[in-house]
């Protein structure tokens, strides 16, 4: 549609020649992404000084500054319709102490698990003692409630005060039709639903009115070593629900694979025959006839810590009022138990590089002509490490309407092997954005690839996910794998590399070896992609059958 100003002056101007009709910019028009820039803003958020980020530390202090500055610099306007570059998020942090292990008892008999060893404990409860005191523990298989798989593991069992022991991810179906594939319409197949996510156990927990609820940890399903839930044994923080959490589980943890087993062996089960039948509609709760005994204590602190925010306004003047929003999490882990006699968790990779990378997007959007008609925010969120806090925050207290949020980009670590022939999309096929995706790597002569890990379920493991959850379509670019003049194996191999020694550890700090020309294609696509959103004639949406296009239906209705 053409603004009645500027009809009036192309009628004035028709004896001239009439401007060409605007082409959308090609990938190659669009500016570049800087990998100088990027490294140098890694560098200064990874630095010991900033103390891996922790939310309401020094670092964070550092870090909400050094973006604002940045912002600044890159002609950015303050994102926060009051006028500032924040939006403060109330968080509470508890620290548990004192943990006693976790004593099961079963007749006579009873056997103890050491915390943090053994048994992972935390409470999300807002108060300063935490107990389980002679529990009753039940098996509950997967810990799933789902009406539209015809899915219930609890079948009516009422678990109030007990404390449930259950399996990590959804339930593995297996397909009628090929015993050895997994049902692809049951739970995802491979795929991990929400289902699957620790997140959503500890809330079916909490609706129940279970008082303990331990995940059994095994590494492929969980996408994770043990290390990294060990690590969930720190502070932790929250949003402060008016109850104050207190409608949670007591206890919130995770077993070791080993505990559980010697824990099933001691009430006369074997755990992995329980574990098979848990993947069948059939399964029915298993009491372990023993007591669960546990407690701690916990100090708190109120925290307001902060999503910083920074806006480029649209050029049209009524598309202005519509949004496309990038989103990175600043925090990481802070200091922490020492690896190497290492304790900070500088968190180079794990987010300060996906949050240099929308730096340079900001930069590059200040120098695009025509600027884009649509306003784009840029967000970059506090408290991801402990459980998607801030993104959580701003999706229920959204400082623009979601209703005119066209989408959501996501980066969450970026591709730091160099350049790539394809990219990875984590829930490929979920919307629209997919094709404006394609088109955009298509000019980059690359290639969209699905996750090859959708059991590990990484698209409910990022600040886009709960944007998805409130309908807005939400993108969530992964590196590529494919890496242009290396062996096919190169990719996984680096990945592997990457989780199992640098994931949420502290040296997971700038390498040597780092080379981020494929980061700053994977860039260059990401701002096509937000640009050309800006600048389209519709709103892109879920596809068909997408779990999060109801609540996007609905939200557009209105
Ligand atoms: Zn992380």
New binding site residues.
Partial sequence: MIRRSLLLALTVTAACSAPPPAKPLTVAELPAINTEAMLADIRKLSSDEFGGRAPGSKGEELTVSYLIDQFKAAGAEPGNPDGTWTQKVPLVGITPSALSPLVVKKGGQSQSFKPNEQVVAFSQRVTDAISLADSEMVFVGYGVQAPEFQWDDFKGLDVKGKTLVVLVNDPPVADAAAPDGLDAKTFGGKAMTYYGRWTYKYEKAAELGAAGIFIVHETVPAGYPFSVVQGFGGQRFDLVTPDKNMGRAAVQGWLSLDAATSLFKASGLDYQKLKAQAATRDFKPVPLGATATMSFTQTMRTVDSQNVIGRITGSDPALKNEYVVYTAHWDHLGVGQPVNGDNIYNGAL??ASGVSLVLEIVRAFKKVKPAPKRTLLFLMVSA??QGLLGSRYYADFPLYPLNKTLANINVDGVNQWGRTKDLTVIGLGASDLDEYARAAAAEQGRELRPDAEPEKGFYYRSDHFNFALKGVPAFDPDSGIDFIGKPAAYGKEKRDEYTSRDY?APSDVIKADWDLSGAAEDGRLLLAIGYRVANADTYPSWKPGNEFKAARDKMLQK
């Fill in positions: 794990d987010n991801e490490e949420h």
